[in-house]
């Protein structure tokens, strides 16, 4: 992967370093996209191979990486990719999620390995990987180059919608995991945002909600153009000059 111009010039995301999980379909596929627009380096994760192989010919310049967020065993074999592959890390967005039992289900029906397998998706994997590539976010904020997680939540994870127990719990424990991580890093220059993306139009919305009138759901590639706005409005002020700014491709 070549090396860009680290200086920022009109574009906060020139140059940085970003990492996004579930980067194959929906949203992180949308992510993986417009942060190369923005000019960002970028590694992905996904659990199968051919996803990852088809977002690679179409984005020659991303980095796949074959990895189980879910997994422990899996959290160190993906941080050494990603800080192998892009030389440090900038922005890390744990966006790979699970719904829970599929169909969705009441909690007295819920099995306990559906649950499970939520939590290990959504609050384990974050939290072990976000650990794993804390070092090189520190550097990368103390070189004043910014430093920002971004954990991708859910209205679940504030409203009480039956049925979406387990994805709900989990991403209620994600999005307070967030808070109080943002307040411990602050000082060490780390910013973690919890983002809702709202309702859009993904493999995973259809296999939630299957009868949605999928014209009425956002596009991803819009929520993904948002997450990025919001991400240039965190990084510091040198490179904060406007999240709107002129796009420039890394070349
Ligand atoms: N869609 C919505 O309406 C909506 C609303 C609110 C919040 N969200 C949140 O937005 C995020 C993106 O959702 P989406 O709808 O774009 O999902 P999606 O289309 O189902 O994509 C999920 C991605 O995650 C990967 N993935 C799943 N489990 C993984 C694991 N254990 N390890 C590594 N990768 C894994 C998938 O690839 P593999 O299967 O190959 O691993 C895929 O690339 C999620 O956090 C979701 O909770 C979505």
């Not at 559906?114 to 384990?124: C, G, M, Q, S």
């Not at 859009?200 to 153009?225: F, N, S």
Request: glycine fraction near 10%; charged fraction near 20%; hydrophobic fraction near 45%.
């Amino acid at each position: 992967m070549k090396t860009c111009d680290r200086s920022g010039g009109h574009n906060p995301l020139q140059g940085l370093r970003a990492a996004v999980t579930g980067g194959t379909s929906g949203l992180g596929v949308a992510l993986v996209r417009e942060f190369l627009n923005r000019g960002a380096q970028v590694a992905f994760v996904a659990r199968r191979r051919d996803g990852i192989e088809q977002v690679v010919r179409e984005y020659p310049r991303a980095l796949g990486i074959t990895g189980d967020v879910s997994k422990k065993e899996d959290i160190h074999p993906i941080a050494v990719q990603i800080l192998g592959g892009l030389g440090g890390l900038d922005i890390l967005v744990n966006n790979a999620s699970d719904l829970g039992p599929v169909p969705l289900a009441l909690l007295a029906d819920t099995e306990c390995k559906d649950f499970e397998r939520a939590l290990a998706t959504n609050v384990l994997g974050p939290f072990r990987l976000t650990k794993a590539l804390l070092g090189s976010l520190a550097s990368s904020a103390r070189e004043g180059l910014g430093a920002v997680v971004v954990n991708v939540s859910s209205d679940a994870a504030i409203h009480a919608y039956p049925q979406w127990g387990a994805y709900g719990a989990s991403k209620a424990a994600l999005h307070h995991l967030t808070q109080i991580w943002n307040e411990e890093l602050k000082s060490a220059g780390v910013r973690l945002l919890s983002i809702d993306p709202g309702d859009m139009d993904t493999p995973l919305h259809a296999a939630a909600v299957p009868d949605r009138d999928r014209a009425l759901l956002k596009r991803p590639e819009a929520a993904a153009r948002e997450l990025a706005d919001v991400i240039a409005g965190s990084l510091p002020m040198r490179r904060s000059i406007s999240p709107y700014a002129v796009r420039e491709v890394c070349r």
